[in-house]
Nanobody
Framework: QVQVVESGGGLVQAGGSLRLSCVAS????????MGWYRQALGKQRELVAT???????RYADSRTGRFTISRDDGLKTVALQMVSLKPEDTAVYYC????????????????WGQGTQVTVSS
């Protein structure tokens, strides 16, 4: 069994900061790319940032400079540091982990967390 669990969401005023964390646990043979996505009320889920196993990062254009993604492969965690938050950043933030479970050979699978709510007040 593999689990992905997020933490760190909450309520913050505009201009404030939050740090989201996500841990992947269970029978994991190899952890590939990890990332953060978000879904605002009434909108589709969208990319926030991703990071490969080699450390290469990709950000949605509007988040470049305000958000920083990082990972710790030893702990199987990925974090998202968010600064200068805006009300439009309000959403449920989801962690995604692409990985190979133990016993799957070279087949990969995407696992999602349950999401953590981020609310930015104006």
């Amino acid at each position: 069994q593999v689990q992905v669990v997020e933490s760190g969401g909450g309520l913050v005023q505009a201009g404030g900061s939050l740090r989201l964390s996500c841990v992947a646990s269970g029978s994991i043979f190899r952890l590939n790319a990890m990332g953060w996505y978000r879904q605002a009320l009434g909108k589709q889920r969208e990319l926030v940032a991703t990071i490969t196993s080699g450390g290469s990062t990709r950000y949605a254009d509007s988040r470049t400079g305000r958000f920083t993604i990082s990972r710790d492969d030893g702990l199987k965690t990925v974090a998202l540091q968010m600064v200068s938050l805006k009300p439009e950043d309000t959403a449920v933030y989801y962690c995604n982990a692409n990985l190979i479970p133990v016993g799957w050979g070279q087949r990969t699978a995407d696992y999602w967390g349950q999401g953590t709510q981020v609310t930015v007040s104006s």
